[in-house]
């Protein structure tokens, strides 16, 4: 060591550990696995106290909680079958609009909009997804449905006469409080979600795939089917399934339109209810078993959350294996 | 603490024509949280504008959530008192013998319709019944004809609009038709019924309301205050004297004076006798305990109570409720006294 | 492995056209006049191509010879890849990016009015730098191109057939169903030439086709070109100059040079017949960059 | 040529002219380029009509007075104001913002920085993304039956606990997200020179992710302080401002809107209106500082 | 640009370790005794790496010798970065990476037990291939080091030091407060340099610190490297073989060889004096790289 002048002490000792340091990435790292841990015991708690809740409806009913449609609590019975269907039939009518709205948004945003309008188009988006739900919710009870029920009606005295899906389009609820009025509103709340996710999926297809197809005398549509979307398939999955998530979810907003109704019906004119809403509105005038099967409602919809989000994963999984190949 | 209360009272309640009442009101202080029955808050939060100027050191607030939650809120001890309108059964919430029953004010339950070129409608009790039940399902039926001599009622679809939540509205109408259409109406009384299929429900009384408003062929029941407040129609009821009477306070008070009154203060003055009663009257009351263990808690629920049953009585038909009649006031003034 | 020396066998009935001719208007860069070369097939006059108000590569003139291979070659950020992608108007997709000077295709303007850019890339393939199948089947990935531009016939057929001329066939003949990406690196680049093949054009550009490959990829893959060169016209870009050398007919060195205002241009050096360009450069610059004196 | 058998047929006279492309593929593309730009008029129309109906209902609502003056106790009464609940969704939501922050944060390190493709971490991360999934009104239940029933008392904590607990799953992702931005060479470099992990991740990872981190979680806080379930449920109601969290009921914006829109009475109606500009204009700043935190300072690409 | 001469003037008084020595054990491989040389600093015996149950480089056995310049070269791929990493065990941060064999460092075990990797980062510092200044201000980037290991001494004083030392002083002196990355690429590299060095170490690694420069850039570093060679002891991987030509005193060649169970395996073919590996080789693998007939 002639020239090492600046190497300070000999290298021998200098290079077994000194001090506190290795307990100090320790403890840090004990603190952030605790707060890691805490999500899994958060969702723990979650599950446990709400069915815990719930359990003595779930004892009562059984599978008929979730099969039974009948829902007279003064008679002890709760089957929540008409809001599940409620809530299957106004995700089922956001994703409708809202899955081809916010694909062509985000189509729009990442391959055809000229880069000046790409800005002022995502703030749109942003603003939309600013607004909260419940205020499209106030929207939608004072302004949107009152408006709505001579569209219904123009539509059932086009469509209603045709047989099967003529039953679809039935008579329209004098108060324009129905399940397509919850769909629409909910299709408004998730466009922005779907868009962003769908925006940021699409903008992760490698250049060099669309620089492909194109150069394969593809036109701008042909480029977007051959090369973005094939993709962008689990991508898209995630956003739609989020949200569905989302318009499952939505309480406040559907329970103002909606209109309370208990029933199974066709008729997407019709009013309805759907499991969040049911439980906002009921359950601080419940008490017993009617309570518990409020949350019993709760859980079943976190459930159901779930079990979607797990379907959804595998199919995604199992596209991308055949698409990707077992290399990749 | 309440420092200094006598000499706030002189100054604050100087305006006041009761000065004896207004010192005692001037020593309440803190904090006063009750909920419950949505059928009475627009007369409770008028006491409480007016309670204010006397008691100016006490804060009270009334949330108007609805009966149920009121009570299931007094069980949790989750407020001071309650305001509910049907009594408390098991599973409610509160603990029997926990609780006393103070009367308050009574009031009409109208039934509120929107159709359109209709402004005066008459329904007899069985009606009435086939209508909420939907056995009824347009305005020009027959029965509805019948009720209504010389009036052309439109083919528009009856919309039933009914309380979504659990309501002691919901449980005097329906004990109202069960009491009185007892042949017709099937679905039983309580805070929640079984509800068919194609009615819709709303959120308290002015979420009935609204929905009515919005709805070219909706009905439901409003309590009185909130049908004129928000510019109903409502119907005309046939009572058990075979008259149609329109909701009113004096239709209410003529039912008040036929009303029996048990031993615990309820009372049922639903489908009283008298050719002027207004048949559909709900009676509302307010759930204190039996003892608090903050006794400024208990002054405080005290004196507010108090006031409802004597200067407050005069401000219930400025908002369109009844008062009590002397005897049962008398009666519920009593009651207080109990409270340790 | 040897360098082949242009092929004689592919001079055409067409012309020759004295690439030296004062009217070519190339300038200040040597250009070589080889002794047997392919008719131009495009040819590039005094272009500059600007991304927005940047001027990437400024006055190139060279032609592409039919049925020879032209190599591109120079430092990273020369304008090797920008030259290349206007040939078949990929540029247009970079927004900003704007090209002048004159370039045509057999004659015709390829920046006419009138020239759909579809067109000119159905007629102009390209294979990229990375190999990009799609995330399809192998079968898929070939017969994509023939399907949007609705070309007739047996689609089997034809994929075995585009398979058979990028040299994969045989490797995956048992697989066609299997992922694109699902091949090694080689194979997927060889997949990306079947399918530029399979929609038959006239001319292939290849932007650094073996710069993610190992050697044996690469091996095959230069077999490969000499192979296709006997049937397409071919412009590649390397920054290998051992693989321009080994492939190419014609090389065109670029550098890039800072002008008065400090801005970097790209600028074609010297364009000449491979061979010579190696062994008996005109230009200074050229010469310091195959000895490896830069770069 | 060559070999002309093999050569494509049309090179001699290539038609590069637009008319070469088919009919059936040129009216595909145009209707398909049409429809997906169709597709943000579909959106932007609702968002039109919402921003003019809140515009021109809420802002002839809205002055001082409005977002000061204590809440009528009559839905009927005309005049007061929104105050107590304008107070209510800043404390509440910025308490839920101060609960789920550090955590969400340190347990994103813990997920990137450590525990990586490990079996917890990927449970933990599975969690979080079933979490984010639950409905708001789950936690408000959750919520309820814990601490609101434990405490025997409504109030703003308890809904700035269902808010943290909303936010907390997505604050965790996001800044994940954030921190897998970070270029490995960052904290290759420092550990390099010699520092300790923690040390790494606190002075170079943490900063070279704060812009992303802190709009992921400006975006949370903006999302938390338009729920509005979970508070309905747990803060009970009051009007009155009430600035202690812990003690007595509360209410917020969110609230005000939901019971107010389903009145009949005008006032009401118009308390709604006024309230959900406030909401929005609340919401959106947070969502605009995100913004302009996101571009400004994001980590530069290299 | 003149390749250098391994430096005479840096032979310290340590006793010369002659490599060719029978003990040595470096097999197969062809390692060329040079006339003169700084002591071995490092040393590596028979180290294999694996990643998981992936052995990417096989039995390495070569010296870094003081006040030298050591480079690695070598086809994609070989192992060169993995064995760099394992100079300074950057390569624990990889999970399931392992080193089998010896390093030894100042005699010391490099992997030993009680020997801990912090300490060892902070006397052989890591350069790497892109330029990664942390998105700080110029003079948090330097001072980074020196805070986090507690260095005592007037920071600033420490940090014109650095900077001075890394010939970058003179251009950031009046913008130490700028962020780092608002430098050009080859300030930023130097800036690494300066960071590096600012921590005093032994030895400086680097890894390609070169490949995202440009030429003038490159050069720059190059000489610097040279004027750190006084100082340190360097070793650096590099593709380019004209750099290592230019800069190294050593030269160490890897290759990829796949084995019998068709598994590639990094390989060192070739340790010796840098001059005599480029212009005398003694592996025919060697000669094949270095004359471009492959890679
Ligand atoms: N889309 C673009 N927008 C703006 N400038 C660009 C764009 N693409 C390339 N450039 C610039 O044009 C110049 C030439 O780039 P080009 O990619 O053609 O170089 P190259 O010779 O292909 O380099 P390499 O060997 O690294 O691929 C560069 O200065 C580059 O920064
Ligand atoms: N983290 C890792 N996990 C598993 N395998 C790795 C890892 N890093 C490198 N390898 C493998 O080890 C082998 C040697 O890689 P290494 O990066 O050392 O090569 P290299 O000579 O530096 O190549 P290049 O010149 O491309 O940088 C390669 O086969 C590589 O795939
Ligand atoms: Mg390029
Ligand atoms: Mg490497
Ligand atoms: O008064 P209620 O709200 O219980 O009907």
Known sequence: ?328 | ?340 | ?295 | MADPVTRPPASDAPNLTRGALSLRRRIANRLALVLITLALVVAVVPLGLVVWSVLSRGGSVISWEFLTADIPNSFRRAGGGVGPAVIGTLIITGMAALMAIPLGVLGAIYLNEYGKQKPLARMIRMMADIMTGVPSIVMGLFIYSTWVLLFESRSGFAGALALACLMLPVIIRSTEEMLRLVPDELRQASLALGARKWRTTVTVVLPAAISGITSGVLLAIARAAGETAPIVFVVGITSATNWNLFEGENTALPAQIFRNASQVFEPAQERAWGSALTLIVIVLVFTIVARIIANRFAIKER
């Not at chain 1, 324009?176 to 299709?187: C, D, E, H, P, V």
């Not at chain 1, 499991?275 to 949350?295: D, H, K, R, Y």
């Not at chain 3, 398979?163 to 997927?188: H, R």
């Open chain 3, 1 to 295: 492995m040897t360098r082949p020396n242009p092929k004689v066998d592919t001079v055409t009935d067409r012309p020759s056209v004295s690439i030296n001719a004062p009217t070519s208007g190339w300038g200040a860069v040597s250009v070589d006049s080889p002794q047997a070369a392919g008719a131009p097939v495009m040819d590039l006059r005094d272009v500059s191509v600007f991304y927005g108000n940047y001027e990437a590569v400024r006055g190139t003139s060279m032609p592409i010879r039919q049925n020879q291979i032209t190599a591109m070659i120079g430092p990273s950020g020369c304008g090797k890849s920008t030259i290349l992608r206007s040939l078949n108007r990929m540029n247009d997709l970079v927004p900003g990016a704007r090209v002048a000077g004159k370039i045509t295709y057999h004659g015709q303007d390829l920046y006419a009015k009138d020239v759909d850019p579809i067109q000119v890339r159905r007629r102009i393939g390209m294979v990229f730098q990375k190999p990009n199948p799609f995330p399809k089947s192998i079968f898929d990935n070939v017969a994509y191109g023939l399907k949007i531009n609705g070309i007739k016939g047996n689609l089997h057929d034809q994929v075995e057939e585009a398979l058979t001329g990028a040299a994969l066939w045989d490797e995956v003949k048992d697989k066609l169903k299997t992922s694109g990406l699902a091949l090694s690196g080689g194979q997927q680049q060889r997949l990306c030439i079947a399918r530029t093949i399979a929609v038959r054009p006239d001319v292939i550009l290849m932007d650094e086709p073996c710069s993610a490959l190992d050697p044996i990829a690469t091996g095959k893959i230069e077999d490969l070109m000499h192979e296709l060169a006997k049937t397409y016209t071919i412009v590649i870009v390397t920054h290998n100059m051992q693989q321009a050398a080994r492939v190419s007919h014609y090389t065109s060195f670029f550098t890039a040079e800072v002008d008065e205002k400090q801005v970097r241009h790209g600028r074609l050096v010297e364009f000449s017949e491979t061979g010579k360009l190696f062994t008996n450069p005109t230009d200074k610059r050229t010469e310091d960059y195959i000895t490896g004196r830069f770069g």
């Open chain 2, 1 to 340: 603490g309440c420092g200094g209360g006598d000499d706030d009272s002189d100054t604050g309640t100087g305006g006041t024509d009761a000065s004896a009442g207004a010192s005692e009101y001037a020593n309440l202080s803190g904090d006063l949280k009750a909920s419950g029955a949505s059928f009475p808050d627009a007369y409770y939060q008028e006491v409480i504008t007016e309670f204010k100027g006397v008691a100016p050191n006490l804060t009270v607030n009334y949330n108007a959530v609805g009966s149920g939650q009121g009570k299931k809120d007094f069980g949790a001890n989750l407020n001071d008192f309650a305001g509910s309108d049907s009594t408390v059964k098991d599973g409610d919430g509160p603990t029997a013998g926990s609780f006393l029953y103070v009367p308050t004010v009574a009031a009409p339950i109208t039934v509120s319709f929107n159709i359109s070129g209709v402004d005066k409608l008459q329904l007899s009790p069985d009606t009435l019944a086939k209508i909420f039940q939907t056995d009824i399902k347009t305005w020009n039926d027959a029965a509805i004809a019948a009720d209504n001599p010389g009036v052309t009622l439109p083919a528009t679809n009856i919309t039933v609009v009914h309380r979504a939540e659990g309501s002691g509205t919901t449980n005097n109408f329906t004990k109202y038709l069960v009491a009185a259409a007892p042949d017709t109406w099937k679905l039983k009384s309580g805070d929640v019924v079984d509800w068919p299929a194609s009615t819709q429900g709303a959120e308290k009384n002015s979420g009935v309301a609204q929905l009515i408003k919005q709805t070219d062929g909706g009905i439901g029941y409003v309590d009185f205050s909130d049908a004129r407040a928000s510019g109903l129609k409502f119907a005309a009821i046939k009572n058990k004297d075979g008259q149609f009477v329109e909701a009113s306070i004096e239709g209410t008070t003529a039912a008040l004076q036929g009303a029996e009154i048990a031993e615990d203060l309820t009372f049922n003055p639903l489908n009283a006798a008298g050719a002027t009663t207004y048949p559909i009257t709900a009676p509302t009351y307010i759930l204190v305990r039996t003892t608090y263990t903050d006794a400024a808690k208990k002054d405080a629920v005290k004196g507010f109570v108090r006031y409802i049953l004597t200067e407050g009585q005069t401000l219930a038909p400025e908002v369109d409720f009844a008062p009590l009649p002397d005897e049962l006031k008398t009666k519920a003034l009593a009651q207080l006294d109990k409270i340790q």
């Open chain 1, 1 to 328: 060591m002639t020239t090492q002048t600046q190497t300070g002490p000999d290298p021998k000792t200098a290079l077994s550990s000194r001090g506190g340091g290795p307990r100090a990435d320790r403890s840090f790292q004990v603190l952030t696995l605790a707060a890691g841990l805490l999500v899994l015991a958060v969702l723990a708690l979650i599950l446990i106290t709400t069915t815990r809740e719930a359990w003595p409806a779930f004892s009562e009913m059984g599978l008929r909680f979730i099969t039974e449609n009948r829902w007279d609590p003064p008679s002890e019975i709760f089957g929540g079958l008409a809001f599940i269907y409620g809530t299957a039939i106004v995700s089922l009518i956001a994703l409708i609009f809202a899955v081809p709205v916010s694909i062509g948004i985000a189509l729009f945003l990442t391959e055809l909009a000229p880069r000046r309008l790409r800005g002022p188009a995502v703030t749109v988006i942003d603003l939309l997804a600013a607004v909260p739900s419940v205020v499209f919710g106030l929207w939608g009870v004072l302004v949107v449905a009152p408006k709505l029920v001579p569209v219904y009606r123009w539509f059932h005295d086009v469509f209603g006469g045709i047989p099967l899906i003529g039953r679809v389009f039935g008579d329209p609820v004098g108060s324009g409080r129905s399940f397509m009025t919850a769909g629409l509103i909910l299709a408004i709340m998730i466009i922005p979600i779907i868009t962003s996710i769908a925006r940021e999926v699409f903008d992760t297809v490698p250049r060099a795939d669309k620089d492909a197809a194109l150069a394969l005398g593809a036109t701008r549509w042909e480029m977007i089917t051959g090369a973005v979307f094939p993709h962008s398939f689990g991508g898209l999955v995630g956003a739609v399934i989020l949200g569905l998530g989302r318009a499952m979810g939505e309480t406040i907003a559907v329970a103002l339109v909606i209109g309370s109704s208990t029933q199974i019906t066709a008729n997407i004119f019709a009013s309805g209810n759907a499991m969040p809403s049911v439980i906002v509105s009921q359950i601080g005038e419940s008490n017993g078993t009617f309570t518990a099967a409020l949350v019993g409602l709760g859980v079943v919809l976190f459930i159901m959350t779930v079990l979607i989000n797990t379907a959804a994963q595998a199919i995604v999984r199992r596209a991308e294996i055949r698409m990707k190949g077992s290399a990749a």
